[in-house]
């Protein structure tokens, strides 16, 4: 099967996806350079030079088996780490988020007037784990983000401020660093107030379901 997109290259990246709860699947066969990731704060596929339409609902999407066993081996190499950032959890009063589905990272998050996150995720590009799988010299940042909590009665402010621990180590050089980037990262966290949220975070769209 040819790649939809450029019609010379073999598809080895099957991509079907579901607008709302009632819509028929659609499907796109794609080579692996066509394959492009639109990336920020989570990653989202757009295969497609315009963005995907807005859904009532957020898009399902469904990967081939050998898209889905590269990602677990990345998932599968994350594991390794969990131990680190459990006893980070059990020193600082956080909980353990895991992300495994369609891009593996893991984040621990406190709540409270501000919420406070630590999250781990790849540099590398979504094409790339598709390709490759995981590698020893896969790039991982740190980064530590916070946003004003809900408070019952208060309007949602949708405000980010990020601030980045480490950037682009190299996964075999993550178990060294990875314990000392938390508690960098939690001092970082700890130090900000609300104020600060509010006048140096950014503006963030709400997500779908809430006001």
Known sequence: MRCETCQSEDATIHISFILGAHANPQEMHL???????????????????????VAATPPVMSLSNQAKEKIR?????LVELEP????FCARRGYSLRVTSELWPSRGVRAGGEIDRYLHLTTDARFADILNRGFYAEMPWSLHATATPGMTPGQPLQWRVLTVDVFRAL???????????GLERGFS??????????LARG?????????P
Do not use: H, W, Y
């Not at 950014?202 to 809430?210: A, C, D, I």
């Open 84 to 87: 680190i950032l459990q006893s």
């Open 31 to 53: 080579c692996r350079e066509c394959a492009q990731v639109s990336q920020a704060a989570a990653p989202l596929l757009s295969p497609t030079p315009e963005p995907l339409p």
């Open 202 to 210: 950014e503006m963030s769209q709400p997500r779908p379901g809430f």
């Open 73 to 77: 081996s990345v998932n599968d190499k």
């Open 188 to 197: 970082i966290l700890n130090g900000l107030s609300l104020e600060d949220v």
């Open 170 to 180: 190299p996964f075999s050089e993550l178990a060294g660093v990875l314990q000392s």
